[in-house]
């Protein structure tokens, strides 16, 4: 009792001359000392309402590029996009003919031409200049950095002159000119098989494009957005291949016509009917869907998928499909015998049921443990192809086209021996180049995980940070000009500066050479370049090769920007993404969702599929009217 009152004295004594020297120090301090401190309290205040603002500031841009990533329809990615363009003043920069990625003077030149040529009706001259400039990459117009900087497109320059040598050929095709000649008839037939023939040489000339659907044997759904995207737009090709579920998509577009594939892709739910038969069916075949993830690398909405793929194709073959629909179906496969080709088309393989040849692209235990090939013989019976020799199927994971063999062993049932076979070297889109044209390919593969690390063709620079130091250094002269200007978006007021075009020029040319994008395509480059190393070893289990190896052509490195484009699909939620693929009875949800993460991979892509197919589609459509108009 006596230590606690004693303490409690000590402390109102303390305290008392705490207060008397804190009196003492405020009132001998000098005045100047005071306005010191006042100047530095006023500078730290005001770098922190500063630092306040900027960070709880609404950045309408930023706003725009995170929606622009959970749009749900073309006609609203769009219209974010039409924002985003005119906000970044790349709307600008597309007015703005010069640059230095494509050689404008020859484009506007040539643009010129054929616009006075088609005006005065001289078919020669624009035969001429189609003949001998006709080729996908003219003056550099197909170089993917022109359509990394506007989402909605390249410079208007390079769409007129598209929209120009569609017109011409539209005029070559539909004008058949009557002269003062003696035999008007004869001078009529002539003239069409002299368009005919151009129409084929310039054809040919220009090559084809095939469309690959690689991989996804759990994403594998995604490839039936990219089908759907490019079909609406009129962007899909007429070669079509893949394997595995890129396989079985590609066979149930090949095989559907238009009426039947457009009610498909309008809604593939409503289309396959009886979910509940599909999924009964995937339960007794298949079993544990954990099993089926890890083991095989198949969700169950996957197999849930290529069991009405199978329905739905029926007994058709690679012949009878291509003649129904007029789309060539390619479908890979890797069997241990070289009396089957790799490649599985109507020229390679006619009478091969389609159906058999899915199963076979997958490889031997996945679907079934007893996969061969069967054919529709002259009774329309289906039969084993080669029903005396054992043959299986490589997965595609387990294939490396970089080998000169591959070697295994194969029973023979007649002697009862063990013998060696051996594949050639090369991949079987060396073939497909072959037998179709083929010169550039749009590669889409289902691997949304490996997104960050893939260097995308079309991957789109984000433009917050330039757009506010516009607006910071708007007022410098010679820079850029303010043209007072306000508009209301979204309730969003914000003044439109309007760059000089120099300005917008070196702004456009320096985006994307940030120091963490470069650390991000390095870093990208150099894992999958270790990963393809160590596959060639032969270090790589086949979990990861399922996981990070592709199927693609071989394209030399100094090609591959003007002969491929490659697609790959992004997660926006990727732990709750990932937890859909073991989902069970959820494919009437989950089909709808993989569609639109693969319809929002080809959205951007748009612009440049244009400018590199819609000639080659337009020349394909007039040889058949020629064709037509001549028997």
Request: net charge positive; charged share 25%.
């Amino acid at each position: 009792m006596f230590s606690l009152e004693h303490e409690s004295m000590i402390n109102k004594t303390s305290h008392r001359y705490v207060l008397v020297a804190i009196r003492n120090v405020v009132d001998h301090t000098p005045w100047f000392i005071w306005a010191i401190i006042d100047f530095i309290l006023d500078i730290c205040m005001f770098w922190i309402r500063k630092a306040y603002e900027i960070y709880t500031r609404k950045d309408p841009l930023r706003e725009y590029e995170e929606n622009i990533k959970n749009a749900k329809t073309y006609n609203e990615w769009k219209k974010i996009a039409r924002k985003i363009d005119r906000f970044t003043h790349m709307d600008i920069w597309r007015q703005n003919l010069v640059s230095k990625l494509y050689d404008y003077v020859l484009i506007n030149e040539r643009l010129k031409q054929l616009r006075e040529a088609r005006l005065d009706n001289n078919d020669e001259m624009i035969i001429s200049l189609l003949r001998s400039g006709l080729i996908r990459n003219f003056g550099g117009i197909a170089r993917k950095r022109l359509y990394i900087k506007s989402y909605l497109g390249t410079k208007y320059q390079i769409e007129e002159y598209i929209d120009e040598v569609l017109d011409c050929l539209a005029y070559l095709s539909s004008s058949i000119t009557s002269r003062n000649r003696k035999n008007k008839d004869e001078y009529i037939s002539n003239t069409r098989q002299l368009k005919l023939e151009f129409f084929n040489d310039v054809k040919q000339s220009f090559g084809s494009t095939a469309l690959l659907l690689q991989g996804g044997s759990l994403f594998g759904l995604c490839h039936l957005g990219v089908i759907r995207a490019l079909y609406f737009k009129r962007l899909l090709p007429k070669i079509i291949g893949g394997s595995a579920v890129g396989a079985a998509v590609a066979s149930l577009v090949c095989s559907l016509d238009d009426e039947e594939l457009t009610q498909m892709l309008w809604s593939v739910v409503d289309t396959m009917g009886d979910i509940d038969a599909y999924n009964h069916d995937v339960d007794q075949r298949f079993g544990n869907v954990i099993e089926n993830v890890v083991g095989k690398g198949y969700s169950q909405d996957v197999l849930i998928f290529l069991e009405f793929v199978r329905d739905t194709v029926g007994d058709i073959t690679f012949e009878e499909a291509y003649s129904k629909t007029g789309r060539i179906l390619n479908i890979v496969v890797h069997p241990s015998h070289s009396c089957i080709p790799s490649l599985l088309n109507h020229i390679t393989a006619p009478n091969v049921v389609i159906w058999t040849a899915i199963y076979a692209s997958t490889g031997t235990g996945v679907l079934s443990d007893d996969v061969q090939l069967c054919i529709k013989d002259l009774d329309n019976c289906i039969v084993p192809k080669f029903p005396e020799i054992n043959i299986k199927f490589l997965k595609p994971e387990e294939v490396s086209y970089s080998q000169q063999y591959f070697v295994g062993k194969q029973r023979n049932d007649s002697t009862q021996g063990i013998r060696n076979f051996r594949f050639e070297k090369g991949s079987p889109y060396a073939r497909l180049t072959e037998l179709f044209n083929v010169n550039h390919f749009i590669i889409s593969l289902a691997r949304p995980y490996l997104a960050p690390l893939i260097s995308r063709d079309l991957e789109h620079i984000p433009h917050s940070k330039l757009t506010y130091k516009d607006q910071l250094n708007k007022k410098r002269s010679g820079d850029v000009h303010v043209v007072q200007h306000k508009k209301k978006e979204d309730d969003i007021y914000y003044d439109r500066t309007r760059l000089s075009l120099n300005g917008i020029e070196k702004k456009a040319d320096t985006m994307g050479q940030s120091f963490f994008t470069k650390v991000k395509t390095l870093t990208g480059m150099e894992i999958q370049h270790r990963i393809e190393v160590m596959n060639k070893l032969g270090l790589l289990s086949n979990l990861i090769k399922r996981i990070c190896i592709d199927e693609k052509p071989s394209t030399p490195q100094s090609l591959t920007s003007i002969r491929e484009v490659v697609l790959v699909p992004e997660l926006t939620f990727l732990l709750k993404d990932f937890g859909k693929v073991f989902d069970i009875h959820k494919t009437m949800e989950n089909i709808p969702y993989w569609v639109l993460v693969g319809e929002r991979s080809v959205w951007p892509l748009f612009p440049l599929l244009r400018v590199r197919c819609s000639i080659e589609f337009t020349l394909d459509d007039f040889c058949s009217i020629q064709r037509t108009k001549t028997k």
